[in-house]
């Protein structure tokens, strides 16, 4: 049984739709007791990272999520939800849920310390392909690397540990579109929007 994370800052229809079409028993909840028996989570989120970390506190989530990270179970998190599991997010300045380590930062303030300027539009929106790094993920099993996935950020993932990138994406700069580490995964693109290459994640994940 797949949980789902309702924390008022979740792209859950579109997640919904997705395990729908894959025909997966799910349970979406706002409550983290309701989630407990689940064999994994999904973790969404669109939005502001500040605001996010509000209702994961509100609702219980945080301490939840830790727990569960805690106790090596799996975990899914998605576009914000990748983001806010790290240490700390320039947006909002504030403090995420720390289940890996890394910040999150302003795609201006990482071209600026890479001494870069390329000409393009924040936020990254639209369809990239993938460059597998670290041995990948299983995740991808029966992906072609260069599968398209459907972006929308305005800020990346900056792990303090580059090997638990496993995909990248190119922006202006190297932008890791996959991590994992341990029971953790975590995909900066939207798989729940990117057609059919997304649909097979979730499903190579729901397995």
């Not at 994961?56 to 899914?76: I, M, N, R, V």
């Not at 303090?160 to 700069?173: E, F, L, M, N, R």
């Not at 729940?192 to 397995?207: F, Q, V």
Request: charged fraction near 25%.
């Amino acid at each position: 049984m797949v949980g789902i994370v309702d924390y008022n800052a979740g792209n859950i229809k579109s997640v919904e739709r997705a395990l729908g079409f894959l025909k997966a028993e799910y349970v979406l909840s706002k409550n983290p007791a309701d989630l407990e028996k689940c064999d994994r989570l999904i973790f969404p989120g669109v939005g502001e990272a500040k605001y996010a970390m509000e209702q994961l506190k509100l609702t219980g989530f945080d301490s939840f999520l830790k727990d569960w990270a805690q106790a090596e179970k799996p975990l899914l998190g998605v576009c914000l939800g990748s983001q806010i599991i790290f240490e700390h997010s320039e947006e909002g300045d504030v403090d995420c849920l720390g289940l890996l380590k890394g910040t999150i930062r302003h795609f201006e303030s990482v071209w600026k310390d890479s001494g870069i300027s390329p000409e393009l539009k924040v936020p990254h929106m639209g369809w990239n392909n993938l460059e597998y790094a670290n041995g990948s993920s299983p995740l991808f099993d029966g992906l072609d690397s260069k599968s398209d996935f459907y972006f929308v950020h305005s800020y990346l993932i900056q792990p303090d540990d580059q090997s638990i990138v496993k995909a990248w994406a190119d922006y202006g700069c190297k932008v890791p579109a996959c991590v994992s580490q341990g029971s953790i995964t975590a995909f900066q693109f939207h798989p729940e929007k990117s057609g059919r290459a997304g649909l097979k994640i979730l499903e190579n994940y729901i397995k």
